[in-house]
């Protein structure tokens, strides 16, 4: 468990900074748990905050993704909280909000969890084997496919940066792989040659060409606003008005 604290500083007034009020944000460590019930976890972080003597009474907001055993209304570490101090208001973490919105938005249509389908299949295929994965390195000695994580949509625009200016050579890839004479001996390398070109079929498809120009632009551009909420210096005024920027 992550613990990270966030706090005002109160400057005195005879200081020479004009800003007498500073929110200031410090990372107290790593805390190794060995359960993940809501419980143990509220049970843990008090013990932590008073090791640090840091009263929880004078606790005032509390923060976590969106977990159930983290924000769980009648049950999680948030309502465990609540209940010994009554002010510490919950509040979500908006940058893990708005990864859930976005993984929910990249499987709202049959279209888009096969375009996602495609693009996964095409980073398990190089990757899963040592040839495969040197013919990839011979178009790109640089670069590396991405895989995509099913909690994190920030994935899905790093396994697209690559794709969006170089898929010519990623059909190139598959092609070398499909009409290798070395591979045509075996079973395995005939069902390898055929996977190969089935992937290289697909990526030339108008729908999914489509469907790939889309998404890349669509991930940009909240990929900005995501950034922004993660800064520590962003106030709710500018991340109101990023967010309205992305949605219009």
């Not at 007034?13 to 410090?26: A, C, F, G, Q, Y």
């Not at 009409?179 to 079973?187: A, I, K, M």
């Amino acid at each position: 468990m992550t613990i990270i604290i966030r706090f005002i500083d109160l400057e005195s007034p005879t200081s020479h900074n004009k800003d007498l009020v500073k929110i200031k944000e410090h990372f107290l460590g790593f805390i190794p748990v060995e359960k993940s019930t809501s419980g143990f976890l509220a049970k843990t972080l008090i013990e932590q905050l008073e090791n640090f003597i840091l009263p929880i009474e004078n606790l005032r907001g509390q923060g976590y993704d969106n977990g159930s055993n983290m924000k769980g209304k009648e049950n999680g570490v948030k309502r465990n909280i609540l209940d010994i101090n009554p002010r510490a208001f919950f509040t979500p973490c908006s940058a893990h909000s708005l990864n859930l919105v976005m993984n929910d938005a990249c499987k709202c249509s049959l279209d888009a969890i096969s375009f996602f389908g495609v693009v996964r299949q095409i980073y398990s295929y190089f990757s899963g084997s040592p040839s495969r994965w040197q013919v990839f390195r011979s178009y790109f000695p640089d670069f590396t496919v991405k895989s995509l994580n099913d909690t994190r949509w920030e994935s899905r625009i790093n396994a697209l940066k690559l794709l969006r200016y170089n898929l010519g050579k990623i059909y190139d890839a598959l092609m070398q792989i499909f009409e290798d004479p070395r591979l045509q001996t075996t079973s395995v390398a005939n069902s390898s040659q055929n996977e190969a070109k089935g992937l290289a079929n697909s990526i030339c498809i108008f729908k999914f060409m489509v469907a790939f120009v889309s998404w890349y632009d669509i991930l940009f551009e909240v990929n900005i606003s995501n950034k922004i909420l993660q800064n520590k210096k962003v106030d709710l005024n500018v991340a109101t008005q990023q967010l309205n920027i992305t949605k219009n």
